[in-house]
Structures are given as structure tokens and as C-alpha cells.
């Protein structure tokens, strides 16, 4: 019999094994905790109430939001970003509160037209040179100019005006923590990071200004600490699950990535008392991986013709045509959809096997598809690589799993999701786009399909530079479609954050290259600081 002769993508090894990950503890968990932290979110809700003027709730929905305890107090923010945009009003030569309140309404769905800033305009219809002078309210602005929506003329004069101010003005700024606030701002506007990442970066710049509020500082530390435990418990479950089912040992070609599918989780549903839903996200994240690297590395395009067939039948009895590595996965992905489809139905009434099905095959079909242009020589147009690769980066499978295992299931929603709409179609695109960005190089070096990259190079001519230039355009427009598809017309009560979210952790896992194929830089650092390293407390 011919010996098949395989690739290797030579992949590093996952951030931690679960050897280290069971020696993981927390000191922050019990009750000791859990009554401090109401005393202290009793004292906030008291400072809500007691603050009156309009900048200064401004600040404190601001400051509590980014402390990342926001959650323990919606209903109170909701109340008085009401009262806000019933009132209308405007300091209108103040380009600080102007910003900010612009900034806080959008945040949270609020119709906030951007003609707000005409009086910071001059004649000529461009913002003030005067404001120059102004760095903090350079920041807001810069801030606010992110919840742009298409065609929105004078949030893109915004945007272009604070970002070449701020940039220029950056090495001139000798206040260290002003400085440090422009340069991170200026890395990742404020919209598009990952809200726990961005916790832990606020509470230390924070706590060191003047303006610092200590119960609020003493809140955002412990309730970040308890949120860790939670996270670190779930991680040694899930790394238990992965020994158990024996994929790590059976597959041995493909990445051990447990610790970087539960960031992807904690990115995408970061709320504690969604663990379930994380749980479900990790073993689906885990899952795609490992067909991921069948239909991109090991695979024959015979074997993988046979294993796209078998999921498009979704029958165990057919598994005798497939080799012992594929048998293994298909039986493995048939069991835990299974498993979550029972689960559903026990609890909602709802049977989603068939759509769980459908989804699964689509991204298959989508993977073969790229398989038979690899194997062929084929380079698609963009818009071709793009009508597939938005599904084959499995953005519609993980945001209908989001749906599926955060809220309540409903006919009507589920329905106009099939459709995929902005809500589906806009994260999956920025995910692909973003990882298309960061893992070009190396998947071209090894040998992969053409990225949106090389065949945007193909089709123009252009240079890799400007290919790339052309992606990140790409990226910005999609983001600011999901601003007006998702956060403002909140298609789907309660899911509209999830699906954000998925924008953001596509965004912070790819920013500064491939953090998933190589983990062990920014990926072990978000790791560490998420899951292992407490803040220190008093």
C-alpha cells in the first residue's frame, strides 16, 4: 500500500498543559468575598445617587464601565443616560463633554445624531484649530469617533482630526500618565478592546490619578479577582474534558490550543454567570481547530472529499469509509452536538440538532472548497475568497453557538439569523479579515489557499503593502457597519454585546500578529493576566 505522504504545518505548542493548569488556585473565592463585595457595591450605588451634575455622572458611568463593574449597576446607568438624552443638553464649547456624552449614549444604543459637534466646527465646516491645545478632549473625541456609522461625514472629519493631532502632539506630552493614556488610546480606540483586558489596564491608570475614588478602585480589584477564580475553575474542568476525550493524544498532528479556545470564551462571553456558554464556546473552539488543521495540513483532498460528505449525511454508520483520525473527530464533534442539542431541549423545548447540522456542514463544504483551490492552484477574485471565507473562518457557527447557549431561544430571532443578517455576516467577516491580516505570511510560506491579501494582490496588481492597506479598510468599514447593523439597531435583544464581542476578541487576537498560531507572546500575556495573576490588594 502507497504511504500517504502528509504535511506539517510545524506549529509551537499550546501556552500550558494541563498538568499546569490543575496547579492553578485562587485565594478569592467563598463568602468572606462575596459579602465584601456587596458592602462595596453598596457604597457605589449610594455615590450613583449622590451625584448630581451631568459631567460628573458622565465620569463616574465612564470610570465604572472601565473598571470593568459596570454589570452590577445597569439599571442605575440605564436611568441616568435617560434622563441625559431626554434632556438634550450640550456644552457646546466644550469638545471634553461634548465627546464623552456622545460617546457614553452611543455605547449603549442611544440615537445620538453627530450634528452635536457642528458648534466645535468653524465656517469652513472643520473642526476648531483652537481645540488643538486641548489633548483630553483630543482623547474623547478620538474615542468618540469610533462609534461612527457609514456616511456619518463629520464623525470621519473627527476621527482624522484627533488622530493626526493626537499623534503628532504624543512625544511632546511630558505628563507621563497623560502620555501613556494618548499612546493607548492610539494602539486600540477604546470600542474595540476587550472590555476584562482593558479592566485590568484602567484600574492601575486609575487608581494613580487625583480624581481616583477609593470604594470604586476597591470594588473593580476584588470583583476582578472573584471573576478570575471563576474563570481558573472552569479552565481546569475543561482541560479534565480534553484529557478525557483523548483527541490530544489521537491527533497528535493537530494544535493543542485548550488555554487559547478559552480566551477566545472569555473574549466573546466575558459575564460570569455565563459559564456554561464559555464552556460550550471552548469545546466548540477546540473542535474547529482540529478541522481545521484535517482540512488545512493532514488531509488528502480524497479523505477530506469522504469526511465532507459524511457531516453532509451526519451519519455515524457511514463512518467505515473514513480513516481512523477522521472516524475520531466526526464522532467526537457528533457527540458534544448532540450533547448541547439535549441540553436545549431539556431546558428551552427547543430542537436545534438540525440547525447545528447544517451549520457544521457549511463550514465544511466551506473548508473543502478551500482545500480543492489549494490542491487545483486556483487564486479566487476577492469577493469569491471572501463569499466563502467569512464561513470557513467559522464566524456564522460560533455566533449562532453564542445565540444558542446565552439566551433564551426564540422562533421569530432564530428565523432572521438563519437570513445572516449584519449581526452574523459583519463579526465573521472582521474575524476573517483580521486573521487573513495576521497569518498570511505564514500560511503562504508553508503552502495554503491564497488569503484575501494575495488575491486582492492577484486581481489588482498592487503591492503586499497595499493589499494590506486595502484590508485594513476593509476591517474599518465592517466595523463601523456593525455600529449601526448591531449596536444601534439592536436586532436581537441581549445578543447584540456577544456579537460585538466577537469583533473585539478577533481584533486583540490578531493585532499584533498570529497570537493563536504563535501563543506564547501577547496570548500568554493575556492569559496570564485573565486567568493566573490577581491584582494586588491591600
Request: include cysteine; charge should be negative.
Amino acid at each position: 500500500m502507497e504511504e500517504v505522504i502528509r504535511r506539517s504545518a510545524n506549529y509551537e505548542a499550546g501556552v500550558w498543559d494541563n498538568d499546569y493548569i490543575q496547579s492553578l488556585a485562587s485565594p478569592y473565592t467563598g463568602e468572606k468575598y462575596v459579602r465584601e463585595a456587596e458592602k462595596l457595591k453598596g457604597l457605589v450605588r449610594i455615590l450613583i445617587h449622590q451625584t448630581e451634575q451631568e459631567l460628573d455622572q458622565l465620569h463616574l458611568i465612564d470610570n465604572v464601565t472601565r473598571l470593568g463593574v459596570s454589570g452590577h449597576f445597569k439599571d442605575q446607568i440605564a436611568k441616568m443616560l435617560d434622563k441625559m438624552y431626554e434632556a438634550q443638553e450640550w456644552l457646546e464649547e466644550d469638545l471634553h463633554f461634548t465627546s464623552l456624552k456622545f460617546r457614553l449614549l452611543r455605547q449603549h444604543g442611544y440615537h445620538v445624531p453627530q450634528e452635536v459637534f457642528c458648534s466645535l466646527m468653524d465656517e469652513e465646516g472643520n473642526f476648531k484649530v483652537s481645540l488643538c491645545e486641548d489633548v483630553r478632549g483630543l482623547v474623547s473625541l478620538y474615542e468618540a469617533s469610533y462609534l461612527s456609522m457609514e456616511g456619518e461625514n463629520i464623525m470621519d472629519l473627527a476621527k482624522d482630526f484627533s488622530l493626526n493631532h493626537l499623534a503628532q502632539t504624543l512625544e511632546q506630552i511630558t505628563e507621563p500618565r497623560l502620555k501613556e493614556q494618548v499612546r493607548h488610546a492610539l494602539e486600540v480606540p477604546l470600542h474595540w478592546r476587550l472590555h476584562k483586558l482593558e479592566a485590568r489596564w484602567f484600574i492601575q491608570a486609575y487608581e494613580n490619578t487625583s480624581e481616583a475614588n477609593l470604594t470604586l478602585v476597591e470594588l473593580a480589584k476584588l470583583d476582578y479577582n472573584m471573576v478570575q477564580a471563576t474563570y481558573q475553575q472552569e479552565l481546569k474542568l475543561l482541560s479534565s474534558w480534553y484529557k478525557e476525550t483523548g483527541l490530544p493524544e489521537k491527533l497528535g498532528f493537530v494544535r493543542y490550543r485548550l488555554a487559547e479556545c478559552f480566551l477566545w470564551a472569555m473574549g466573546f462571553i466575558p459575564e460570569p454567570h455565563l459559564g456554561y456558554s464559555r464552556e460550550i464556546m471552548s469545546k466548540v473552539a477546540v473542535m474547529i481547530t482540529i478541522i481545521d488543521d484535517i482540512y488545512d495540513v493532514y488531509g488528502t483532498l480524497e479523505e477530506l472529499q469522504l469526511f465532507t460528505h459524511t457531516i453532509e449525511r451526519w451519519d455515524i454508520n457511514s463512518l467505515d469509509s473514513l480513516p481512523e483520525y477522521m472516524k475520531i473527530c466526526f464522532l467526537a464533534l457528533f457527540n458534544s452536538v448532540n450533547e448541547l442539542a439535549y441540553h436545549i431541549l431539556r431546558e428551552q423545548g427547543f430542537n436545534v440538532i438540525s440547525n447545528m447540522r447544517n451549520l457544521w456542514a457549511e463550514l465544511w463544504r466551506a473548508y473543502y472548497l478551500e482545500a480543492a483551490w489549494f490542491n487545483s492552484g486556483y487564486v479566487p477574485t476577492t469577493d469569491e475568497y471572501l463569499n466563502t471565507a467569512w464561513i470557513s473562518i467559522s464566524g456564522p457557527l460560533l455566533l449562532f453557538y453564542g445565540y444558542f447557549t446565552t439566551n433564551p431561544i426564540n422562533k421569530k430571532e432564530l428565523k432572521s439569523l438563519e437570513q445572516y443578517p449584519g449581526i452574523i455576516r459583519r463579526p465573521a467577516t472582521v474575524l476573517r479579515l483580521a486573521d487573513d491580516l495576521a497569518t498570511s505570511s505564514d500560511e503562504m510560506k508553508r503552502g495554503d489557499v491564497p488569503k484575501s491579501i494575495q488575491c486582492y494582490m492577484k486581481e489588482t496588481g498592487c503591492s503586499e503593502e497595499d493589499a494590506r492597506k486595502h484590508i485594513k479598510q476593509l476591517i474599518d468599514t465592517t466595523l463601523t457597519r456593525m455600529n449601526k447593523e448591531i449596536l444601534m439597531e439592536n436586532p436581537i435583544k441581549n445578543f447584540g454585546q456577544t456579537a460585538m464581542n466577537l469583533g473585539r476578541i478577533s481584533l486583540c487576537m490578531y493585532q499584533h500578529g498570529d497570537h493563536y498560531g504563535h501563543p506564547h507572546s501577547e496570548t500568554k500575556k493575556n492569559l496570564v493576566s485573565l486567568v493566573v495573576q490577581p491584582i494586588p490588594m491591600p
